[in-house]
C-alpha cells in the first residue's frame, strides 16, 4: 500500500508542476449542492486551490429555481430548452443564486481539526463580474428576464487569483441600468473561461460520456462532436444518452465554443465519481471526456523544451541497458533529429534519426515509449513518422543498433547484418561492450 502511494504521488509530480499558477474554469449544476457528496467536492477544490491552481468555480441553480416555483404553484416556461424568466421566475432567480452562493462560499470556509480542509486559509470571492443584455423576443417567444452574457470583466477576476483567492460566479448578469437577467450557467462558464483565457474548462457532468460498450470516450475533437451532433441516428459505437441530454447538449456546445476561441482542453467528467477532478487533473488517462481543437496527443519533431521530458523517458532504460547513455548536451546537440509523442503536455514516446547526408545512410536510435503507454501502437507510429523524415531525406539505407528489440524491427522489415557492414563513420561510434545487434533496412 505504502509503494502504491508512493508511486502515484511521483506519477502526479509532473501535473501538479504542469498545472500550478493555471486558471481552471470548473463548473457544476444546482443538483451538486444536493448531493451528500458535495462536500467530498468541495475538500478537492480546496486541494487544488492549494496546489496553486487559480480557481473560478460557476455553479448552477435550475433544481432550486424549480424548487422555489413549485412551492409557489407557478408553472416553469421553456422553449428550446431555456427558461423563460418572468418576474416571479426572477425573484426565484435572485433567491436561488444567493442561497448557492453562500452554501458554497460556507463550505469552502470550513477549516475543522481533523477535516480535510484543516488549517486552510482560503478567500472566496463573488460580484458582478458579469455584464448581460435581455434575449428580446425570438420567433415571437418573449424571454422576458432571461438574458446573454455581454461581457466578462476579466481584469476583475484576474485580479482576486492574483491574490490567490477563489472566485465564485452565479449564473445571472446585470446591466448597466440596474436590471438583472437570468443566464445559461454552460455560458457563463464558457464567456468566464474564454475571457480568462483559462487553460482548463471543466464541467462536472450528471452522467458520463460513453461509448455503446458503456466505455468512457477518452476523447473528442470538436470536429468529432459536430459530426455526431449532425448525424447522432447514423453514428454506431456510442451511447446516445449524453449527447441526446440537455446538459449534454448544453457541455458539448460550450466545449465547441470554447475551444474554438482558442481554451486548448475541455474536459467532461461525471461528478458522481469520487475524486473525479484529482483523477482527471494528476493521472496519466484520468476518467473524462477530454475535448480539444486537435488530438491530445501529437507526433512531431522535438523542440529544446523537450529535452527534460526526453531524458525523463529514457533514464529508466538506459539504467536497464535497453538504451546507451547519452547527455543532456549530446540531445541538444542533435534535438532537431529527435521525434517525440506529447500526451497533454507529457512526452510518452520519442525516436532520433540521425542522418548522413552525404552517405544516403540514417541511424535509427533512442525508440522509448512510457511503460504506462506501451501497447498502443506508439513505438509503431514513431517508426512510421521517422521512416517518412528517412525518405523526404533521400535515405537509402536506415540503421538500428539493438540489444533487446531485434525481433521488434525484424518485423518492420530490418534485415541482420555484421558490423562490416556498417558505413566507416557508423563503425567509430560502435561499443563492442554492449554488443548490440546490427540491423538494416533498405528504403
Not at 500500500?1 to 509532473?14: A, I, L
Not at 441553480?61 to 416556461?77: C, F, G, S, T, W
Not at 482548463?200 to 458520463?208: A, G, M, P, R
Not at 540503421?399 to 533487446?404: D, H, K, N
Amino acid at each position: 500500500m505504502e509503494n502504491k502511494f508512493v508511486q502515484w504521488f511521483r506519477g502526479s509530480s509532473p501535473y501538479i508542476q504542469l498545472h500550478r499558477n493555471k486558471v481552471f474554469v470548473i463548473t457544476f449544476g444546482g443538483e451538486a449542492l444536493q448531493d451528500d457528496g458535495f462536500q467530498n467536492l468541495i475538500h478537492d477544490f480546496t486541494l487544488l486551490s492549494s496546489l496553486g491552481i487559480r480557481l473560478v468555480l460557476v455553479h448552477g441553480i435550475r433544481p432550486q429555481i424549480d424548487a422555489r416555483l413549485q412551492k409557489l404553484n407557478h408553472l416553469a416556461h421553456f422553449h428550446n430548452r431555456l427558461r423563460i424568466t418572468d418576474e416571479v421566475s426572477l425573484k426565484c432567480v435572485k433567491e436561488a443564486a444567493g442561497f448557492v452562493r453562500v452554501e458554497i462560499e460556507a463550505l469552502l470556509s470550513m477549516g475543522l481539526a481533523n477535516s480535510p480542509m484543516a488549517n486552510s486559509d482560503l478567500n472566496v470571492v463573488s460580484g458582478n463580474f458579469v455584464v448581460a443584455k435581455p434575449i428580446g423576443v425570438i420567433d415571437g417567444i418573449d424571454y422576458a428576464n432571461t438574458g446573454a452574457v455581454r461581457r466578462i470583466d476579466s481584469a476583475a477576476i484576474h485580479s482576486q487569483l492574483e491574490q490567490n483567492n477563489i472566485v465564485v460566479i452565479s449564473p445571472i448578469g446585470y446591466s448597466p441600468s440596474g436590471d438583472v437577467f437570468n443566464l445559461s450557467t454552460e455560458q457563463v462558464a464558457t464567456a468566464v473561461a474564454i475571457a480568462l483565457k483559462a487553460e482548463k474548462l471543466i464541467f462536472l457532468t450528471e452522467q458520463s460520456c460513453l461509448n455503446s460498450n458503456g466505455n468512457v470516450i477518452a476523447q473528442l475533437t470538436t470536429n468529432e462532436i459536430q459530426n455526431i451532433q449532425q448525424s447522432l441516428s447514423k453514428i454506431d459505437g456510442l451511447n446516445a444518452s449524453f449527447f441526446e441530454s440537455g446538459q449534454g447538449r448544453f457541455a458539448l456546445n460550450a466545449a465547441v465554443e470554447s475551444c474554438n476561441a482558442g481554451i486548448d482542453r475541455v474536459h467532461l467528467l461525471n461528478r458522481h465519481i469520487d475524486g473525479a477532478l484529482l483523477l482527471e487533473l494528476f493521472t496519466h488517462d484520468g476518467v473524462g471526456t477530454l475535448i480539444s481543437s486537435t488530438p491530445y496527443e501529437t507526433c512531431r519533431t522535438a523542440t529544446l523544451n523537450d529535452i527534460g521530458g526526453i531524458l525523463e523517458l529514457i533514464k529508466p532504460l538506459e539504467q536497464q541497458g535497453v538504451l546507451t547513455k547519452r547527455s543532456r548536451e549530446k540531445i541538444e546537440m542533435d534535438i532537431a533529429d529527435y521525434i517525440v509523442i506529447e500526451r497533454d503536455g507529457l512526452i510518452v514516446g520519442c525516436t532520433a534519426l540521425h542522418v548522413n547526408a552525404i552517405e544516403n545512410n540514417a541511424v535509427l536510435a533512442c525508440l522509448a515509449v512510457h511503460k504506462d503507454y506501451q501497447g498502443g501502437s506508439r513505438g509503431q507510429r514513431l517508426f512510421a513518422t521517422a521512416l517518412t523524415r528517412a525518405k523526404e531525406c533521400e535515405v537509402k539505407t536506415l540503421f538500428v543498433l539493438s540489444t533487446q528489440t531485434v525481433q521488434w524491427f525484424i518485423e518492420r522489415g530490418f534485415e541482420r547484418c555484421d558490423l562490416d557492414n556498417l558505413p566507416d563513420s557508423l563503425k567509430a561510434l560502435y561499443n563492442p561492450q554492449r554488443n548490440s545487434k546490427i540491423l538494416l533496412k533498405t528504403i
